[in-house]
């Protein structure tokens, strides 16, 4: 099966098609960017402290450029999700019928409590918004934050959102090419930063990106749990895992380890 | 029936309305479909959740075809 190219990708020509390298790779240079700004200030105000006490203001400074810049990096990230401004009622309600048409149940409710589509990907799961889309990476730990729209600005809201959505189903990685990094990092710094309304859809997002492998354990773990036991009989009769309560020979009270 | 949607600023127009035994219907449609290219929009068909396909002409046996503007990051 070949995969289909967005046309869009034509117009950033120079920039590599964004693969899981290529995401690993961008990750760790956003990580690296944000401890080259972080210790510096750090090591400097330590120096500072122990060469002058006194220069305790200034290195209050230091450190609050520290925590400054990484915060307004992961801001930055939060705000691809941001809302924009609405356009009339009924094109509204227009846009979120065929929004609606193209999700499942889930998203859709999603979407009306916190005004984000949720979709699957190769690269993990992604949460769209209006203007951007944030992608949650297996694990859920880690996102990437991107900036994308569509270029007609007058739409409203559900015909953004399903403008970016048909172009994320189409191809992803093309998707991914065509929208300019905005932060990648950590899942909790963009959390804080974003608006309230938009938190269950991030945690949402980070329940789905965790490996499947542990919740398909957890549930046949449930499962298991709540049927009775039963092993094979050479008889052909399944008998109960455990052998019928016999009457216990260690003391009724107090806990067993305790009974001496 | 079939529809040919454009996403605008009214949430979306319906351009064209066909079924495959209507073959007036279905020149009527191609030849929106392919104005609106010319236009500059793109035309998408929906094939279920997580899927989506590009078409550069109209497969007259989808059910919903839509166009949509260019995206671009930023």
């Known amino acids: ?260 | 029936m079939a529809r040919l949607i454009r996403m605008d600023r009214s949430g979306h127009t319906t351009l064209a309305e066909w079924t495959a035994a209507d073959e007036q219907a279905v020149e009527a449609a191609v030849a929106t479909f392919r104005e609106q290219l010319d236009a500059g929009y793109y035309a998408v068909v929906s094939e279920g959740e997580g899927r989506a396909r590009q078409v550069d002409e109209l497969p007259v046996d989808a059910e919903l075809v839509i166009l949509r503007r260019p995206i671009a990051g930023g």
């Not at chain 1, 809302?83 to 094109?91: E, L, Q, S, T």
């Not at chain 1, 190769?122 to 730990?141: I, M, Y």
Request: contains cysteine; hydrophobic residues 40%; positive net charge.
């Open chain 1, 1 to 260: 099966m070949i995969d289909e190219v967005l046309p869009e990708t034509a117009a950033v020509y120079w920039r590599p098609r964004v693969d899981e390298r290529h995401l690993d790779r961008r990750a760790r240079l956003w990580t690296l960017t944000t401890v080259a700004h972080t210790i510096p200030y750090l090591a400097a105000s330590g120096v500072l402290l122990w060469l002058e006490p006194l220069a305790a203001p200034v290195v209050f400074v230091l450190l609050a450029h520290a925590w400054v810049i990484p915060a307004l990096y992961a801001k930055r990230g939060a705000n691809v999700l941001r809302r924009r401004p609405r356009a009339d009622g009924g094109a509204e309600r227009t846009a979120l019928g065929l929004l609606g048409d193209l999700v499942g149940h889930q998203a859709r409710d999603l979407h009306a409590r916190t005004g984000l589509v949720l979709e699957r990907g190769r690269f993990g799961v992604w949460l769209v918004g209006e203007a951007g889309a944030v992608l949650v990476r297996p694990g859920g730990r880690r996102v990437h934050c991107w900036c994308v729209h569509a270029e007609d600005r007058s739409l409203p809201s559900g015909d953004r959102i399903a403008h970016l959505l048909l172009a994320l189903r189409t191809d992803e990685q093309g998707f991914a090419t065509v929208a300019n990094l905005a932060f990648s990092g950590s899942r909790r710094r963009v959390r804080r930063r974003l608006h309230p309304e938009h938190r269950p859809a991030l945690d949402t997002a980070a329940a789905a990106a965790r490996p499947t492998v542990q919740a398909g354990a957890r549930d046949s773990i449930r499962r298991a749990m709540s049927k009775p036991l039963t092993r094979p009989d050479h008889s052909g009769h399944d008998l109960p895992d455990r052998a019928p309560a016999r009457p216990s020979t260690r003391p009724r009270s107090g806990h067993p380890h305790r009974a001496r």
